[in-house]
T-cell receptor
Framework: AQKVTQAQTEISVVEKEDVTLDCVYE???????LFWYKQPPSGELVFLIR????DEQNEISGRYSWNFQKSTSSFNFTITASQVVDSAVYFC???????????WGAGTKLIIKP | DVKVTQSSRYLVKRTGEKVFLECVQD?????MFWYRQDPGLGLRLIYF???????EKGDIPEGYSVSREKKERFSLILESASTNQTSMYLC???????????FGSGTRLTVV
């Protein structure tokens, strides 16, 4: 069973549009951690955010924001006023307290058109 | 600027060759990881290490081995390269379990 689901394989928007990338996770642990990573065309994965299961506050960092909702087991990522440089593959990942391995979603390819 | 450095960006090797992929981190991180990334298969963990001389198998260790003689260096070894090991190899490290990973820029290995 897939534990981290990124249902959107590819999203294409025009620059300056807002876009939300969905992430749904599945775990029985009460303590867990959620992550988002960005992989631009250059290939190097970049860590964006880590959120633990006890902190449901939304996070904002510039044009990026994250919405964590335990009730729906979702950790969605929104880019406001998208830019061409945001074009990348974005991965959501889960780290369970009972498991040393990071569980990765399949990724969402985001294309921002000028 | 903290870094994970992979020794080669692109490599082409012949079938049957012994291949070494090197990874060095300068952050004094405890944990180091080797992944391979293939289209449609996502990121798959090959091996990881949580301490010097310690190693643990990931999801796809077959055909690979690793070495961690020093804290900062984690090597991935393909004992006898095969064409199905053509892939992007990514090294990562983190300060401890459940913390974010810092990745290297990747090595694109082609086995011919």
């Amino acid at each position: 069973a897939q534990k981290v689901t990124q249902a959107q394989t590819e999203i294409s928007v025009v620059e300056k549009e807002d876009v939300t990338l969905d992430c749904v996770y599945e775990t029985r642990d009460t303590t867990y951690y959620l992550f988002w990573y960005k992989q631009p065309p250059s290939g190097e994965l970049v860590f964006l955010i880590r959120r633990n299961s006890f902190d449901e506050q939304n996070e904002i960092s510039g044009r990026y924001s994250w919405n964590f909702q335990k009730s729906t087991s979702s950790f969605n990522f929104t880019i406001t006023a998208s830019q061409v440089v945001d074009s990348a593959v974005y991965f959501c990942a889960l780290s369970e307290d009972s498991n040393y391995q990071l569980i990765w979603g399949a990724g969402t390819k985001l294309i921002i058109k000028p | 600027d903290v870094k994970v450095t992979q020794s080669s960006r692109y490599l082409v090797k012949r079938t049957g060759e012994k291949v070494f992929l090197e990874c060095v981190q300068d952050m004094d991180h405890e944990n180091m990881f080797w992944y391979r990334q293939d289209p449609g298969l996502g990121l798959r963990l090959i091996y990881f290490s949580y301490d010097v001389k310690m190693k643990e198998k990931g999801d796809i260790p077959e055909g690979y081995s690793v070495s961690r003689e020093k804290k900062e260096r984690f090597s991935l070894i393909l004992e006898s390269a095969s064409t199905n090991q053509t892939s992007m190899y990514l090294c990562a490290s983190n300060v401890g379990t459940h913390y974010g990973y810092t990745f290297g820029s990747g090595t694109r290995l082609t086995v011919v």
